[in-house]
């Protein structure tokens, strides 16, 4: 075709389009949603991505430099940005120390940095310190601990106050939104820290780590808070759980003029101390410089990180697919509308090549005014909503990226899919003969045989691909960005067997009306409708298709995923059970379960827990364990002995048999795993440590390692297993030389404690002891799975919104067809009824197929992350609510919908004879 005969046939397609403005605007609108989510999706991934720049000032702030000690005295490597990745070398057998290991060892940290850097820098000390409790209105909150001068801007931008003021006074705090959020207090309140309760700290200002935006912390001014907290641990007691790091780093401002490279950076790591320069970070040295590339031992699975990237694809590619299936439909319809224009354009003597173009032109119109709106839409709604964004994913943007080569891809991806859309449709209008054209008559033609054998084809052969990528493929390196081969044959043989389901679509529509004529006259007529007109039918089945099968995809490798780790999940007592851990004695900590108590009602009688420990000298001690195979994976804690008597049985073990009990009460060992116990039905304690007590005059050394049988019962009970190797009453560990190390108390009520309730009981057990810990078990808590939710949220709109699109353009494809029902005396609720059934129809067998579908690249996914290395099996689970939801009921409501919006009365029309 010539130039000028486009343009002719894109002006014909414009007018049309203006024309028929609710078709027009209806194709618009699919082209432009999948755009939409694309785009977004794009302007958030491009502004996440930091440069060098805004990377290196969330490590170092306002400062030209961050240096930590990682390992002084020992060689490290670390990649240019040493928060990206960093390692001590391990000497080799019988290698001296260097000098640089000699001096970073044995000099104090201040003295060594400030002799590596140029004269005349300043160093601002960044003081991490340790996780602990802050008293809210409902007991304790969680929080870890620093110190920093929010006024001084060299922690700007790795440290930014976002509201408020910088703590100014004495015992003033700053704090993250996320502290706000889970104590319940504001700024201005007062708060205590664990351990200081005589101390009141006034928040006067909010904080943020702009790339950890869900950091519970509280910030202290420097030398207030983290050298009481270590003064006030009580002797004898541990600290304080630390924070992320406990080693030494310091902030570098340098003076005019001085420069910092990584000749520099390598002379630190000799030391043992890593540095991140901001100059260094800015203009890296080669890839081949860097040590720490060639030899980092961390392996990571070149599949590992592409779950997002396979359900971001999979999810825009069915959006996409989608968008043609469901607009195709539409160019068809009108093109049937069309088809008296488009025949005296033939009689005329167009070519059928012109023919085709004015619909193709259609396509085009409508596509680049879907894509433009889209992408112009999908911008604003990003920048619109950024800071919400921000906050769901836990990092600030580096800056508002709108990179215009992506921007014009996906604009060009939905003009294309427009074109896609309508490319059948024309093809079909070009070969319409100028008779029928003009009578208004289309003849109905049998599926193609050739398609639905190769939908059947395509649909066992890639089950079959998917399944062998699965578990025959090895992972190795990425082949097509960071996809590997494994992940790449799962999905393509996924999309095989969804383009097989698509192919056999046209064919099943036809089968399901052959069922027509035992049916009553309303789902007689909407089922031949249905099955007469497949060119319109199928898409729309095959639309809802690929909507349900990308949800229940997702919904079952999430399910199962949830199932493999509920499986795993390693309980520390039975459910409901609450434990009081203290790990002390004395006068206060023998008043903790007294008052956890008198905060909780209702705990029911109480167990005394303890554990059995070897005193081989004075505080000298270890553990008592039994002598057996060990399955690390299924224990809560590390193996040893509990000493209690038969409520501990009861509340820690969850065992309530008589015979247990009675053994108990004459002192004998229960244990609970069979391979503890050998065949004389004894068991082995092992005792450690006694090979290194000081010796008195006359006493035999004895060894380091003694091996003790004992008369033990067993209990074959591998729940109870979990929780301890075996129980002992304390009462006959004297006679073994063995001794309780008291630990808590267990409780068992009948209903578990709130949450807020759980806050105030461990508030209250804080204030006798610091260091006491307040545990319910609750079971197993499956993470909310925001992106399964959506998915099942969008495959109900679309098949609703397919179901309802097809059946708005049989209604108004089938106008000649209601006016013969009118008539000839059909009932009003004929029309009705049409409708209704025909969206039932077409959202059924789509939910149906879709369902069936959606289940490979799901046992795909799974085979492959179960076939990894140290990974077990694949467990399979369905999510069972989501299918009935999506296969039972959406059909209803969609049918139920269609019927209660289709107007009763039937036009009448004239028909051409």
Not at 63 to 84: I, S
Not at 344 to 367: E, S, Y
Not at 783 to 812: C, E, P, R
Request: hydrophobic share 45%.
């Amino acid at each position: 075709m010539r130039f000028g005969a486009w343009k002719v046939a894109l002006r014909m397609a414009r007018r049309d389009a203006l024309r028929a403005k609710g078709r027009s605007a209806l194709i618009v609108a699919m082209i432009a949603l999948p755009v939409l989510g694309v785009t977004g999706a794009d302007v958030v991934h491009r502004s996440g991505q930091l440069s060098p720049a805004e990377r290196v000032e969330r490590v170092v702030g306002g400062a030209d430099a961050l240096v930590t000690a990682l390992n002084p005295g020992q060689a490290v490597e670390q990649a240019p940005v040493a928060e990206d990745g960093a390692f001590a070398v391990q000497p080799r057998p019988g290698q001296q120390p260097t000098p640089e290991q000699l001096k970073g060892a044995s000099t104090d940290p201040t003295v060594l940095v400030g002799s590596l850097l140029p004269p005349g820098s300043a160093l601002t000390p960044v003081r991490t310190g340790p996780e602990t409790g802050a008293s809210s209105p409902e007991g304790l909150v969680r929080t870890l601990t620093a110190e920093a001068d929010l006024g001084d801007p060299v922690w700007r931008g790795r440290v930014d106050l976002v509201k408020g003021r910088a703590p100014g006074a004495p015992h003033e705090l700053a704090v993250t939104q996320a502290f706000l959020d889970n104590s319940g207090l504001r700024l201005g309140s007062d708060t205590t820290v664990q351990g200081l309760e005589r101390t009141t700290f006034r928040i006067t200002g909010l904080v943020e780590h702009p790339d950890d935006l869900k950091r519970v912390e509280l910030i202290a001014r420097p030398g207030e808070l983290l050298d009481q907290l270590a003064a006030a641990a009580e002797p004898g007691q541990p600290a304080p759980e630390q924070g992320r790091t406990n080693r030494g780093s310091w902030l570098v401002h340098l003076p005019g003029g001085a420069a910092l490279d990584w000749a520099t950076v390598q002379s630190f790591n000799a030391h043992g101390y890593t540095l991140t320069a901001r100059a260094v970070a800015l203009d890296p040295p080669p890839y081949g410089a860097v040590p720490y590339y060639r030899d980092s031992t961390v392996y990571r699975d070149p599949a590992g990180g592409n779950s997002t990237k396979v359900v971001v694809a999979t999810v825009t590619g069915m959006g996409l697919l989608e968008v043609a299936l469901l607009a195709g439909p539409a160019f068809a319809v009108g093109a049937r509308r069309s088809r008296r224009q488009l025949a005296l354009l033939g009689a005329a003597g167009g070519r059928r090549t012109h023919i085709g173009a004015v619909v193709l032109g259609g396509g085009l119109v409508l596509g680049l005014a879907g894509a433009v709106l889209g992408v112009t839409v999908g911008t604003g709604l990003v920048a619109a909503l950024r800071s919400v964004i921000e906050e769901v994913g836990g990092a600030r943007f580096g800056h508002f990226a709108l990179p215009p080569v992506d921007l014009l891809a996906i604009a060009g991806i939905g003009v294309i899919t427009a074109l896609l859309a309508a490319a059948l449709p024309a093809w079909q209008a070009a070969r319409r003969s100028v008779t029928a054209g003009l009578t208004g008559r289309d003849t109905v033609r049998a599926p193609n045989r050739l398609v639905t054998v190769l939908g059947v084809a395509l649909l066992l052969g890639g089950g079959a691909i998917a399944m062998y990528g699965a578990g025959a493929v090895q992972r190795g390196a990425p082949v097509v960005s960071t996809y590997d081969a494994r992940t790449l044959t799962v999905l393509l043989g996924s999309v095989c067997a969804e383009l097989g389901l698509l192919a056999c679509t046209p064919l099943l529509v036809a089968l399901f009306g052959r069922f027509a004529g035992r049916l009553p006259l309303g789902p007689r007529l909407a089922l031949r409708d249905s099955a007469r007109n497949r060119s319109r039918t199928a898409p729309a089945v095959a639309a809802v298709m690929a909507a349900v099968a990308g949800a229940v995809a997702i919904g079952v490798y999430s399910t199962s995923t949830d199932a493999e780790n509920r499986r795993d999940y390693r309980p520390e007592a039975p459910y409901g059970a609450v434990q009081l851990l203290s790990h002390s004695s004395g006068p206060q900590t023998a008043q903790l379960p007294a008052e956890v108590e008198k905060q909780l009602t209702g705990l029911g009688p109480r167990a005394e827990l303890g554990q059995a420990v070897y005193k081989f000298c004075d505080n000298c001690s270890s553990d008592v364990t039994l002598k057996g195979p060990v399955d690390m994976h299924r224990l809560a804690d590390f193996p040893h002995i509990a000493t209690g008597d038969a409520t501990l049985l009861h509340n820690l073990f969850d065992v309530r048999d008589q015979a247990a009990e009675q053994a108990l009460a004459a002192g004998k060992l229960l244990v609970f795993d069979r391979s503890l116990i050998g065949a004389d039905g004894k068991a082995v304690l092992l005792l450690r440590g006694g090979g290194g007590a000081p010796l008195q005059p006359g006493q035999v050394p004895k060894p380091d390692l003694q091996e003790v049988p004992v008369d033990a019962v067993l209990v074959d009970n591998p729940d109870a297993a979990r929780y301890a190797q075996g129980l002992m009453p304390t009462g006959a560990l004297a006679k073994l030389g063995l001794a309780s190390a008291p630990q808590g108390a267990v409780w068992r009520p009948a209903t578990p404690p709130d949450r807020k309730a759980q806050q105030r009981a461990a508030a209250a057990a804080a204030r006798l002891n610091h260091h006491a810990e307040l545990n319910v078990e609750r079971g197993y808590q499956p993470k909310g799975d925001a992106l399964t939710l959506a998915l099942s949220g969008f495959a109900g709109l679309v098949v609703l919104g397919a179901a309802g699109i097809a059946t708005g353009l049989a209604a108004a494809d089938s106008r000649q067809d209601q006016a013969t029902l009118a008539a000839v005396g059909a009932p009003p609720r004929i029309r009705r009824t049409m409708a209704g059934l025909q969206c039932a129809l077409i959202a059924l067998l789509g939910a149906l197929l879709g369902a069936v579908n959606g289940f490979v690249p799901a046992v795909g996914l799974l085979k492959s992350r179960a076939s990894g290395f140290g990974s077990k099996g694949m467990l399979l689970a369905a999510p069972w609510g989501e299918l009935l939801l999506v296969v039972l009921v959406l059909p209803v409501v969609a049918g139920l919908l269609a019927a209660l919006f289709t107007r009763s009365k039937m036009p009448l029309g004239r028909r051409l004879s």
